[in-house]
């Protein structure tokens, strides 16, 4: 050892290799910083791994970056930590890709901060997956945006969860898109909110579906608005349920009405109330309707009358029965008359009865008769009187005869004369004596002859006499046999003289003795000759004394024979002397006969 120190630096640069390996290591440990320093690169390749290891921190430190530079990959991994700790910046530069490679887990560790620093893009290139990914959480902070920017993706693979969270948001930033896209899950997770806000839009442009939806609900949230603009319909799709409820209201507002056209049913069925009161009119009328379909009926209620108005056509005629039940009457109400008119019979149907109030009298009024039928009954009762009145004469001759019979009597009594006069004989016929009992003098003075004729002899007796008493001549001459029949004697003495005598001989032979009997003597004096001469015996049988009297001479004349031999003893006692004195001579032998 002493003898080796005793060289000068000319006799050790002189020393060949095959002399350099034959030292013991006391004898390299031994050497002088001037000696170190002499050693030529071939000779120092000499030297075997013990050697090397044998070498201190201050000889290591000692060696010229030419000598660094020459050591071979065996030599380099003879190195202790403490001598790679030694290096300098300089020497540090001077290492090989190949010597870099070399390194192993533990000496890579023993790396300062400083010397990460000044390697060189092609150096960090050198360096394996698993190299990179034993190196300590201050040195991955201590690498240089462009030393992070040089990585490949197979190196940024050998990175933990921890140690990318140790990256600054500066060298975050570094990275280039497709980097960023090669970053696992598990990376992606080691984000902290503010590097996943710290993201590029460019960066966030190049994030697979499937790292978007390896995100924490907490770091979705962290995007910015500007790099959600960015994500196209694929990265979006990837997104699940539970993400898309995690999403502000402002981040939800900021989407294009191409990116929600993107988002799966499931996905839009999943946004909270408060998420979609963020949608503008002209997100919510981007939406699919597969989409639209997809609402919750709690989501369609918490639309505001502002987004229900922005619904189109299309959308409003696929809501489904639950949603359209579902929507509030305010919204309802703000419906435009477009949008009622694409409203399904189904989904007409299934209004409830505050709903039907909510609609308003032009809504009402644009129903389709397909619409219209589509309608219960209670349903019908639901609308207010004032609704009632927007009725088309078109719309109320589409309803159904049990739809017309469910109308309250309060509903029928305002129908105008010109929608009662919409109403087929079907719909009248389907009518309730409690209906009919409704109508006004004037809703019963302007019924067709035609409606009257289709009347049921039950209907008939459910006419209020008043009703009766303003029967035109027409519509009384629209009554058939059956008809005239069915009328309670107090119908009877409620038609008028008018009425009376415009009554065919037909009607009239309708008549039960009970109903002849109930006529007044006004009544019987306004009957013709005709209609006296046309009286059954079954008839005359049941007029009273009072109205044998009321008969003028020239009724009397017109009866038949037959008929004054049928009258009774006490009908008989009915005639006055003058009356008697106005008879033919037949008509006295067929009264004294």
Do not use: H, K
């Not at 390299?28 to 690169?41: H, K, R």
């Amino acid at each position: 050892t002493t003898q080796v120190g005793a060289l000068t630096t000319t006799q050790v640069g002189a020393l060949t290799a095959t002399q350099v390996a034959g030292l013991q290591t006391s004898d390299v440990a031994a050497l002088t910083t001037t000696q170190i320093g002499a050693i030529g690169t071939t000779t120092l390749r000499g030297l075997l791994p013990t050697q090397i290891a044998a070498l201190t921190t201050t000889q290591v430190s000692a060696l010229t970056t030419t000598q660094v530079g020459a050591l071979s990959a065996t030599q380099v991994i003879g190195l202790e930590t403490t001598d790679i700790a030694a290096l300098t910046t300089t020497q540090i530069g001077a290492i090989s890709t190949t010597q870099i490679a070399a390194l192993g887990t533990g000496q890579l560790r023993g790396l300062e901060t400083t010397d990460l620093a000044v390697l060189t893009t092609t150096q960090i290139r050198g360096l394996a997956a698993a190299q990179l990914g034993s190196l300590t959480t201050t040195q991955i902070g201590a690498i240089t945006t462009t030393q992070v920017a040089a990585l490949t993706t197979t190196q940024l693979g050998g990175l933990n969860s921890t140690q990318v969270s140790a990256l600054t948001t500066t060298q975050l930033g570094a990275l280039a898109a497709t980097q960023v896209g090669a970053l696992t899950t598990a990376q992606l997770r080691g984000l902290d909110t503010t590097d996943i806000a710290a993201l590029t839009s460019t960066q966030v442009a190049g994030l697979a579906s499937t790292q978007l939806a390896g995100l924490t609900a907490t770091q979705l949230l962290a995007l910015e608005t500007t790099d959600l603009g960015v994500l196209t319909t694929t990265q979006l799709r990837g997104l699940n349920t539970t993400q898309m409820a995690a999403l502000s209201t402002t981040q939800v507002g900021s989407l294009s009405t191409t990116q929600l056209g993107a988002f799966a049913s499931s996905q839009v069925a999943a946004l909270t109330t408060t998420q979609l009161g963020a949608l503008s009119t002209t997100q919510v009328g981007g939406l699919g309707t597969t989409q639209v379909r997809g609402l919750t009926s709690t989501q369609v209620a918490a639309l505001s009358t502002t987004q229900v108005g922005a619904l189109t056509t299309t959308q409003i005629a696929v809501l489904t029965t639950q949603q359209i039940a579902g929507m509030e009457t305010t919204d309802l109400a703000a419906l435009s008359t477009t949008q009622v008119g694409a409203l399904t019979r189904t989904s007409i149907a299934a209004l409830g009865t505050n709903q039907v109030r909510a609609l308003e009298t032009t809504d009402l009024a644009v129903l389709t008769t397909t619409q219209v039928a589509g309608l219960s009954s209670s349903q019908l009762q639901a609308l207010t009187t004032t609704q009632v009145g927007a009725l088309t004469t078109t719309q109320l001759g589409a309803l159904t005869s049990i739809q017309v019979g469910g109308l309250s009597t309060t509903q029928v009594g305002i129908l105008t004369t010109t929608q009662l006069g919409a109403l087929g004989t079907t719909q009248v016929r389907g009518l309730s004596t409690d209906q009919l009992a409704a109508l006004t003098t004037t809703q019963v003075g302007v019924l067709s002859t035609t409606q009257i004729a289709a009347l049921t002899s039950t209907q008939i007796r459910g006419i209020e006499t008043t009703d009766v008493g303003v029967l035109t001549t027409t519509q009384i001459g629209a009554l058939t046999s059956t008809q005239m029949a069915a009328l309670t004697t107090t119908q009877v003495t409620a038609l008028t003289t008018t009425g009376i005598v415009a009554l065919t001989t037909t009607q009239q032979g309708a008549f039960s003795s009970a109903q002849v009997g109930a006529l007044t003597s006004t009544q019987v004096a306004a009957l013709t000759t005709t209609s006296v001469a046309a009286l059954t015996t079954t008839q005359v049988a049941g007029l009273s004394t009072t109205q044998i009297g009321a008969f003028t001479t020239t009724q009397i004349g017109a009866l038949e024979t037959s008929d004054i031999a049928a009258l009774t003893d006490a009908q008989v006692a009915g005639f006055t002397t003058t009356q008697i004195g106005a008879m033919t001579t037949a008509q006295a032998n067929a009264l004294f006969a």
